[in-house]
Antibody, heavy 126, light 107 residues
Framework: QLQLQESGPGLVKPSETLSLTCTVS??????????WNWIRQHPGKGLEWMGY???????????SLRGRVTISIDTSKNQGKNQFSLKLNSVTAADTAVYYC??????????????WGQGTTVTVSS | DIQMTQSPSSLSASVGDRVTVTCRAS??????LNWYQHKPGKAPRLLIY???TLQSGVPSRFSGSGSGTVFTLTISSLQPEDFATYYC?????????FGQGTKVEIK
């Protein structure tokens, strides 16, 4: 059964880069079959899709993030790691949110995101 | 971007009630509409895709309908575990967008 788990610092200083990792278990990123997404939820607000990466490395980002976001697949320095990452640079307090990773089946991407991580809270503050 | 607007923003209902949530798109999205359930501290859960297809494992009391710009999520008989926030999401174009959410609370 596919499972996703987000990890990373819970506190980031303004103007710095937010870096999060999503660990995938029960499936392999490199075998294809999925788009790997990042979504966030600002406090008390709705969900915002940030972007996705395909196993080939191709990406698509939400234009509202104005080029601040990068999603990549981690080349494993440790055997067996199966992860993709989010980097968001020049953060401000407006980037404080719960960040989720999620999966979309590439056989029909319009079917939405069917597996999600539990989310990780990131606060931007000095 | 395609704007998604849900109504109401919140509602109070009792166990056993029939509940309907509406989602409107700023342009036609045909049937490229998905519904999610989200409980605090939990991962969002895909309930319905393609406007009316129930995701595997989702109880049959959930149903979806609509096409074009107006869609509805219906819970036929509200259960205690259904108290949550519900989001619609358009997948018509790759700039996926969500509605602002509808919180279903206990009356």
């Amino acid at each position: 059964q596919l499972q996703l788990q987000e990890s990373g610092p819970g506190l980031v200083k303004p103007s710095e880069t937010l870096s999060l990792t999503c660990t995938v278990s029960g499936g392999s990123i490199s075998s294809g079959g999925s788009y790997w997404n990042w979504i966030r939820q600002h406090p008390g607000k709705g969900l915002e899709w940030m972007g996705y990466i395909y196993y080939s490395g191709s990406t698509y980002y939400n234009p509202s993030l104005r080029g601040r976001v990068t999603i990549s697949i981690d080349t494993s320095k440790n055997q067996g790691k199966n992860q993709f990452s989010l980097k968001l640079n020049s953060v401000t307090a407006a980037d404080t949110a719960v960040y989720y990773c999620a999966r979309t089946d590439d056989s029909n991407p319009s079917r939405g995101m069917d597996v999600w991580g539990q989310g990780t809270t990131v606060t931007v503050s000095s | 971007d395609i704007q998604m607007t849900q109504s109401p923003s919140s509602l109070s209902a009792s166990v056993g009630d029939r509940v309907t949530v509406t989602c409107r798109a700023s342009q036609s999205i045909i049937s490229y509409l998905n519904w999610y359930q989200h409980k605090p501290g939990k991962a969002p859960r895909l309930l319905i895709y393609a406007a009316s297809t129930l995701q595997s494992g989702v109880p049959s009391r959930f149903s979806g309908s609509g096409s074009g710009t107006v869609f509805t999520l219906t819970i036929s008989s509200l259960q205690p575990e259904d108290f949550a926030t519900y989001y619609c999401q358009q997948s018509y174009n790759v700039r996926w967008t969500f509605g602002q959410g509808t919180k279903v609370e206990i009356k």
